[in-house]
């Protein structure tokens, strides 16, 4: 049975980024980081004080999977918790010192993965790939809205 150009396509992507995703945890574990952790330190670089909700919603993940993480990276000095005016259940979360040299340590790490792969296309490959993936995306988003 042949394969369809979709499906040639389908099958590569899934490839490229399951080998994106082993080389950035290699980098990122040189760092001492984890991908989620480096997620969470990077997104509250952009924006710090808000809710585990927030940052869930922002990372397309559950809620418990950002309080466990929430939880080590607390325990390991990167995060602090602080609470959300009146309310004990809600806190806002903070980078420490650790976590934001940790942070940007993920950050350098990334940008140099992102030079010696993306960087090494030409300006109107970029446009291209970039023009492919929202396009990607956009039948993604419309293939499963509810």
Same mark, same amino acid.
Do not use: F
């Given at each position: 049975m042949s394969q369809t150009a979709a499906e040639r396509v389908w099958f590569r992507l899934l490839r490229l980024d399951t080998r994106l995703h082993a080389h950035i945890?290699?980098?990122?574990? %040189?760092?001492?980081?984890? +991908?989620? =952790?480096?997620?969470i330190l990077t997104?509250? %670089?952009?924006?710090?004080? +808000?809710? =585990?909700?927030?940052?869930?919603?922002?990372l397309y993940v559950t809620k418990g999977n950002i309080s466990g993480l929430i939880d080590r990276l607390a325990a390991a000095g990167m995060v602090e918790?602080?609470?959300?005016?009146?309310?004990r259940r809600s806190h806002a979360i903070f980078l420490t010192e650790g976590g934001r040299a940790a942070a940007e340590a993920g950050?350098?790490?990334?940008k140099a993965f992102v030079a010696e792969t993306l960087g090494r296309m030409s300006e109107q490959q970029l446009k291209d790939f970039d023009t492919l993936l929202v396009a990607a995306r956009d039948a993604v988003r419309a293939a499963t809205q509810n």
């Open positions: 945890t290699d980098r990122l574990k %040189t760092v001492g980081l984890s +991908v989620p =952790q480096c997620d997104t509250l %670089t952009e924006r710090e004080g +808000v809710s =585990q909700q927030e940052l869930a919603e922002r918790r602080r609470r959300l005016g009146g309310d950050i350098a790490a990334q």
